[in-house]
C-alpha cells in the first residue's frame, strides 16, 4: 500500500506525550500540529509515495520547488492505511507543483473532512508517521537534478531558488 506524505513544519510535532504538555487530558493532543494540517473546501493536499519510495525523491524536488527559499524541507511519511483505519477519504487529484508528472501521478487530496477527522489524523500522524527532515543542501541537489533532467523547468522556479541553483551548477561545472 502506498504512503502518504504531508509537508509539515517538525518542530511543532517534536513533542507529543502527556509530560510535555501536563495540561493535556489523557489522549488528547497539543493545537500546534493543527497548524501544518490546514483545508481548503475540506480537503487536504497530501502526496503518495510509492511503497518502495522511488518517487520520492522527485516528489521531495516539487515540494521544495514550491517554496520562496531554500530551506529544510520537513515531512511527515505514513501508511495509506492510517487513513482507512480512521475513516478519511483519499481522492487523486491535481497537484500544484513546477512537475506536472508529480503533479498528475502523486498528489491526492483527503476529502469531506471535519474537524473531528482532522483531529484524529493528527493523533494518527502523532502515533504513527515517521517525521523527517530533507537538509537545505541536499534539497538544492534534488532540485539541481530536477532541473538538468527537466522534471522542472527553470523558469518556473521562484527567483531566490532559481539562482542557487544556477549557482550550484556553475560551481560543480569545474
Same mark, same amino acid.
Given at each position: 500500500?502506498?504512503?502518504?506524505?504531508? @509537508?509539515?513544519?517538525?518542530?511543532?510535532? &517534536? @513533542? *507529543?506525550?502527556?509530560?510535555?504538555?501536563?495540561?493535556?487530558?489523557? *489522549?488528547?493532543?497539543?493545537?500546534?500540529?493543527?497548524?501544518?494540517?490546514?483545508?481548503?473546501?475540506?480537503?487536504?493536499?497530501?502526496?503518495?509515495?510509492?511503497?518502495?519510495?522511488?518517487?520520492?525523491?522527485? =516528489?521531495?524536488?516539487?515540494?521544495?520547488?514550491?517554496?520562496?527559499?531554500?530551506?529544510?524541507?520537513?515531512?511527515?511519511?505514513?501508511?495509506?492505511?492510517?487513513?482507512?483505519?480512521?475513516?478519511?477519504?483519499?481522492? /487523486?487529484?491535481?497537484? *500544484?507543483?513546477?512537475?506536472?508528472?508529480?503533479?498528475?501521478?502523486?498528489?491526492?487530496?483527503? =476529502?469531506?473532512?471535519?474537524?473531528?477527522?482532522?483531529?484524529?489524523?493528527? @493523533?494518527?500522524?502523532?502515533?504513527?508517521?515517521?517525521?523527517?527532515?530533507?537538509?537545505?543542501?541536499?534539497?538544492?541537489?534534488?532540485?539541481?537534478?530536477? =532541473?538538468?533532467?527537466?522534471?522542472?523547468?527553470? /523558469?518556473?522556479?521562484?527567483?531566490?531558488?532559481?539562482?542557487?541553483?544556477?549557482? &550550484?551548477?556553475?560551481? *560543480?561545472?569545474?
Amino acid at each position: 500500500m502506498p504512503l502518504i506524505l504531508r @509537508k509539515i513544519r517538525k518542530a511543532r510535532w &517534536y @513533542k *507529543n506525550n502527556q509530560t510535555d504538555f501536563p495540561w493535556l487530558l489523557e *489522549n488528547d493532543i497539543p493545537a500546534d500540529p493543527l497548524g501544518d494540517l490546514a483545508t481548503n473546501e475540506n480537503a487536504l493536499s497530501v502526496w503518495q509515495i510509492d511503497d518502495d519510495k522511488s518517487n520520492f525523491p522527485r =516528489v521531495a524536488a516539487a515540494l521544495a520547488a514550491n517554496c520562496d527559499d531554500l530551506s529544510n524541507l520537513d515531512y511527515a511519511i505514513f501508511d495509506q492505511q492510517v487513513l482507512k483505519e480512521i475513516n478519511i477519504v483519499i481522492r /487523486p487529484s491535481k497537484g *500544484n507543483s513546477p512537475d506536472e508528472i508529480v503533479n498528475q501521478n502523486c498528489h491526492s487530496d483527503l =476529502v469531506e473532512l471535519s474537524a473531528r477527522q482532522l483531529v484524529n489524523l493528527a @493523533k494518527a500522524i502523532l502515533t504513527h508517521a515517521e517525521l523527517k527532515r530533507i537538509s537545505e543542501k541536499e534539497i538544492l541537489h534534488l532540485l539541481t537534478q530536477a =532541473v538538468v533532467s527537466g522534471q522542472i523547468e527553470r /523558469p518556473k522556479l521562484r527567483t531566490k531558488i532559481g539562482m542557487k541553483i544556477d549557482k &550550484y551548477i556553475a560551481l *560543480n561545472k569545474n
